[in-house]
């Protein structure tokens, strides 16, 4: 057995090269299949929708913050990849009495990188993510370029409609902001409930209403555009925002065009 330390600092101990892995995060999972895990991978949960072809195959363990603990025993891994905020206390303490169970607990691109080091380590694929690590750096530097005038540019970021919440600091989502070179407007701290009043009294420049966990769509911009004339409101694919795995070698270019469609 060979100890680990996963991001919350927690040791535990795994066999070399974990042959049954659970994961119950969708950003972890699309990196583990990026890293060529096809054969260890053996559960997922039912928001693992990338690769399809995984979510078509893989046995389902549940939701993220409802995960079917009985079944997950059943699988038998020998290695559990989850998260902080995404999964409860109550499930991980369950699942670490019983088995491997490695956290990651992400608030920036620096925290992402480890995970994907960390996990590269413990899989044994180390090249590959190298290769991964170097590549959403070269892509992070080149974003730059295009972020360099951009400060100036205050946004909110909503996540949910009823009740309305926003991406605040110390969030992934706020990282990812900065790096765009953009303002976030909302100084609190987490996910902060808001209501159309105070959001109004931010005057941001841009709303950006997110793809996930709340599919807004061309009918919430109507409103929020009857209800804020002069504030732009913006779809956006919120996996280029929040999924903090092999997405990332994509996000600066996703990012990239969204700041040049900005005036």
């Known amino acids: 057995m060979t100890p680990c330390t996963d991001q919350l600092g927690r040791t535990i101990l795994l066999e070399n090269k974990p042959q049954r892995i ?10 583990l299949h990026y890293y060529g895990l096809d054969e260890q991978v053996i559960g997922i ?10 979510y078509q195959q893989k046995q389902k363990v549940g939701g993220t ?8 025993a059943s699988l038998k891994p020998q290695l559990i990849i989850g998260n902080k905020e995404e999964n409860t206390n109550e499930d991980i303490d369950w699942l670490s009495a019983r088995f491997p169970v490695w956290i990651s ?16 380590d413990i899989c044994e694929v180390r090249t590959k993510a190298n290769t991964l690590l170097q590549s959403i750096k070269q892509n992070f530097e080149k974003l730059k370029f295009y972020s360099k005038e951009k400060q100036n540019i205050r946004i909110v970021y909503l996540i949910w409609y009823n009740p309305m919440m926003v991406a605040g600091r110390d969030t992934f989502i706020d990282d990812m902001i900065c790096r765009m070179g953009l303002t976030n407007a ?30 807004f769509s061309e009918k919430h ?12 409101i913006i779809l956006v694919d919120g996996q280029f925002f929040s999924w903090y795995g092999s997405r990332l070698k994509d996000s600066p270019n996703y990012f990239k065009d969204l700041l040049q469609s900005l005036p």
């Not at 949960?45 to 995984?54: L, Y």
């Not at 691109?109 to 996990?119: F, G, P």
């Not at 009294?201 to 709303?207: G, R």
Request: aromatic share 10%; glycine share 2%.
């Open 221 to 232: 911009v109507s409103a929020f555009r009857y209800i804020l004339p002069d504030t732009r």
């Open 186 to 215: 909302c100084d609190s701290s987490r996910y902060p409930e808001m209501t159309m009043e105070e959001l109004r009294l931010l005057q941001p420049d841009f709303i950006f209403l997110s793809s996930e966990p709340f599919p």
């Open 105 to 120: 607990d992400i608030l920036n691109l620096y925290d992402a990188n480890d995970m994907m080091e960390k996990l590269g």
């Open 45 to 54: 949960t039912r928001f693992c929708i990338h690769p399809t072809h995984w």
């Open 22 to 31: 659970v994961s119950l995060v969708p950003s972890q999972t699309e990196l």
């Open 65 to 72: 913050k409802k995960l079917h603990l009985e079944k997950i």
